[in-house]
C-alpha cells in the first residue's frame, strides 16, 4: 500500500487529494508477489483519486485466511443499481459520466483489477459505506 501510495501522488495532487495509509502498515503476508498487489490496488486507488472530495484512505489488516485492503474515498460514491456493473469491462458509473474535466479512462481498471484479483484466488468488491466508495480487496494470506 505504501507503494501504491507514493505511485498515485502526482495524480492525487492534480486533484486536490490526499492519500492516506490509515495506520502505518502492518507486516502482512499476500500469497502473490508485491507487483501483482499493485496491479491489482493501484487502479483502485487511481479511481478513488480522480472522485475523491479530498481524501484516500488506504489500510490492511488479516481477516482469517485472507489479507484485506481496503481503499475509502469520500466522493459522491457509486450507486447501488451500478454497484457491480462498474466491474464491467468499458462501464463508468455516473460519477465518471458527469465528471466536469470530460470521460477520463476507458472504464477498464475495475474490472482489470478484479480479473487479476480473481487470478490471485481473490476480489474486489465495493460495499455499502456512509457517502463516497468503500473498495475491499481481498487475497489469500502467504
Known amino acids: 500500500l505504501t507503494d501504491v501510495a507514493v505511485a498515485v501522488e502526482v495524480l492525487a495532487e492534480q486533484n486536490g487529494v490526499e492519500v492516506a495509509l490509515a495506520e502505518p502498515p502492518k507486516p502482512l503476508s499476500v500469497g502473490v508477489s508485491a507487483d501483482i498487489v499493485a496491479q491489482i490496488v493501484r487502479p483502485v486507488v487511481e479511481n478513488a483519486c480522480h472522485f475523491a472530495a479530498s481524501r484516500v484512505s488506504l489500510s490492511a489488516d488479516r481477516r482469517g485466511k485472507e489479507v484485506v485492503l481496503m481503499i475509502v474515498d469520500d466522493g459522491p460514491g457509486v450507486t447501488d443499481d ?61
Open 82 to 142: 451500478e454497484r457491480e456493473r462498474i466491474f464491467e469491462p468499458g462501464v463508468r458509473g455516473k460519477a465518471a459520466r458527469d465528471k466536469i474535466d470530460g470521460a477520463r479512462g476507458a472504464g477498464l481498471g475495475l474490472s482489470l483489477a478484479r480479473r487479476f484479483a480473481g487470478a490471485a484466488s481473490g476480489d474486489v468488491e465495493l460495499e455499502s459505506g456512509d457517502g463516497g466508495a468503500r473498495f475491499v480487496v481481498r487475497l489469500p494470506s502467504g
